[in-house]
């Protein structure tokens, strides 16, 4: 006999839909070290005659030692782990971001030179940055756009400022990528990183606002400051950098 703690789990699993959030409960009860006594809801009838049984709005439904846990995020809470709440800020997509550029600039330093320790590997995360995140940007265009007018001083006195951004930050980055038209990507990224370093300062350190970021576009939940201001400095950098060059 196993000497496992039993959960008993209640999860929607059908022909067409199986709840992604039961197969989470599952996974994580399994890491937890429980045997599980896996139920499922078949059919929407079924479903539905379990919520209201129960008196719950949603399944999956967790139940240890026969008292009710309750839905996935619940069952986090339960061990201890943490659940992202609604408007809550988080660097772990900057921090993926930046990550996997860096790792592709080494990449390719490795591949066109011997060696991922470059120069030119440190010209590309800084490029391939800017290409990277001006793609988060164009995703939603217009969203962004809102949130980027709620600090940038430039866009506020220029709204089509805002549109524009994305393309030439996207602009920019491909053409320092491609070491081509130095006249036109050295003072397009000199520009928009200038203007960026300036609005970033005034909203977060001078008039203490608490905005979130528009650099990962306009539903990032990432908080304006530090980051948004590496975005900047990192592009009037590398304009210093390829003139001085």
């Given amino acids: 006999m196993s000497s496992r703690p039993v959960a008993t789990l209640y999860r929607m699993v059908m022909p067409g839909h199986i709840c992604p959030y039961g197969l989470k409960s599952k996974a994580l009860l ?34 240890i030692d026969g008292k009710r846990i309750g839905g996935h995020d619940d069952l986090r809470r339960h061990f201890g782990l943490h659940v992202r709440e ?104 000199a520009f928009i990183g200038t203007v960026g370093v300036i609005s970033v300062f005034r909203a977060v350190y001078v008039e203490k606002r608490e905005l979130k970021c528009a650099c990962m576009g306009g539903d990032s939940s990432v908080p304006l400051g530090f980051v948004s201001l590496t975005e900047n400095v990192m592009m009037v950098a590398m304009a210093a950098w390829m003139l001085l060059r």
């Fill in 86 to 189: 609604k408007g809550e800020t988080s660097y772990a997509p900057v921090i993926a971001l930046f990550g996997m550029m860096a790792l592709m600039a080494l990449a390719a330093s490795h591949a066109a030179y011997g060696s991922p320790f470059t120069i030119r590997a440190a010209e590309w995360f800084i490029s391939f940055s800017m290409v990277a995140l001006a793609i988060q940007k164009l995703r939603d265009v217009e969203s962004f756009s809102t949130m980027f007018l709620g600090y940038d001083l430039l866009a506020r006195r220029w709204v089509p400022y805002a549109y524009l951004y994305p393309f030439a930050e996207g602009a920019a980055g491909i053409l320092m990528t491609a070491q081509a038209l130095h006249w036109l990507s050295i003072p397009l990224a």
């Fill in 30 to 63: 399994e890491r937890k070290g429980y045997a599980i006594d896996d139920h499922w809801l078949k059919t929407r009838a079924e479903t539905d005659a379990f919520k209201a049984e129960h008196d719950v709005a949603t399944t999956p439904q967790t139940f």
